[in-house]
Nanobody, 123 residues
Framework: QVQLVESGGGLVQTGGSLRLSCAAS????????MGWFRQAPGKEREFVAA????????DYTDSVKGRFTISRDNDKNTAYLQLNSLKPEDTGVYYC????????????????WGQGTQVTVSS
């Protein structure tokens, strides 16, 4: 079992930054790929970024490339998502997820989810 707890969300102005954290419990964290997703009001949950078990491989959706950075610290059982140059369209609830099977861009492939953290970007 893996439990995930996100933190770090908040209200920022356009162009601002936030750092989201995803603290994991359970011994399988260090061997698990991790993903970040977001969901805006009235929209489906969408893939944002993912990272493999040792942090060597990362993947981003096109809209956040160059602005967001995913990372992890396996000693701390924590994954991070650094959000820079935020835009109003980045607003939503951000979720971390663990242990995807096959495609890590597909939210249905993940075994574990956090409760989400709200990110609001004002214009």
């Amino acid at each position: 079992q893996v439990q995930l707890v996100e933190s770090g969300g908040g209200l920022v102005q356009t162009g601002g930054s936030l750092r989201l954290s995803c603290a994991a419990s359970g011994r399988t964290f260090s061997s698990s790929a991790m993903g970040w997703f977001r969901q805006a009001p009235g929209k489906e949950r969408e893939f944002v970024a993912a990272i493999n078990w040792n942090g060597v491989i990362t993947d981003y959706t096109d809209s956040v490339k160059g602005r967001f950075t995913i990372s992890r610290d396996n000693d701390k059982n924590t994954a991070y998502l650094q959000l820079n140059s935020l835009k109003p369209e980045d607003t939503g609830v951000y979720y971390c997820a663990a242990r995807p099977k096959n495609s890590w861009r597909d939210s249905t492939k993940y075994d574990y989810w956090g409760q989400g953290t709200q990110v609001t970007v004002s214009s």
